[in-house]
């Protein structure tokens, strides 16, 4: 039996009024959730800013402003940077080293390269970051970790100076 052929689909359908729910009840909750948004990207954009730096983050909101990116941008700020970094937990030098991780294992190099620059920011040493970077040759792979590590010597370097020996 083909499964797949008995699954419907259906295009979103809008959003109706409850019985008893007036247009005016409706508005407040989309004002509240504008707010909420509004709370959380003013939040996040705090946050961006104190881990990479206020030139990244306007070099990366001005690079999308009026563009098709830049709804993206305001999404990223208020979702991950408002509500994911602002948790409690964990401290902002270990969720640096977390993305450090797992920014190498998606092969995110440009990605990557900020978030060595935050993660230096957020106290991490050169040494945490290299050994977390070899770290992951181990579960990503060595082509992972070798490219990985050319961004990070770049970052390290450009920030740090050479490596003492």
């Known amino acids: 039996m083909r499964r797949a052929a008995s699954l419907k689909t259906t295009a979103p359908q809008p959003q109706h009024h409850t019985e008893g729910e007036s247009m005016t009840e409706e508005t407040k909750k989309n004002e509240s959730l504008a707010e909420a948004m509004d709370t959380a ?10 881990v990479m730096g206020d030139d990244f983050v306007d070099a990366a909101l001005e690079r999308n402003a009026g563009k098709d990116g830049e709804e993206l941008q305001k999404h ?14 964990l401290e ?7 993305n450090i991780g797992m920014l190498v294992a998606l092969r995110a190099t440009g990605e990557l390269r900020g978030h060595v620059r935050g ?8 040494e945490e970051i290299t050994e977390a970077v070899l770290h992951t040759a181990g579960y990503c792979g060595a082509p992972a970790a070798l490219s990985a590590m050319k961004v990070v010597q770049e970052v390290l370097e450009e920030v740090l100076g050479p490596k003492e020996s």
């Open 41 to 50: 990207y003013d939040a996040g954009i705090e946050m961006r800013r104190a």
């Open 119 to 126: 993660g230096l920011r957020n106290g991490l040493t050169r």
């Open 92 to 98: 902002k030098r270990d969720r640096s080293l977390l």
């Open 76 to 89: 990223i700020s208020a979702t991950v940077w408002g509500s994911i970094w602002n948790r409690p937990g």
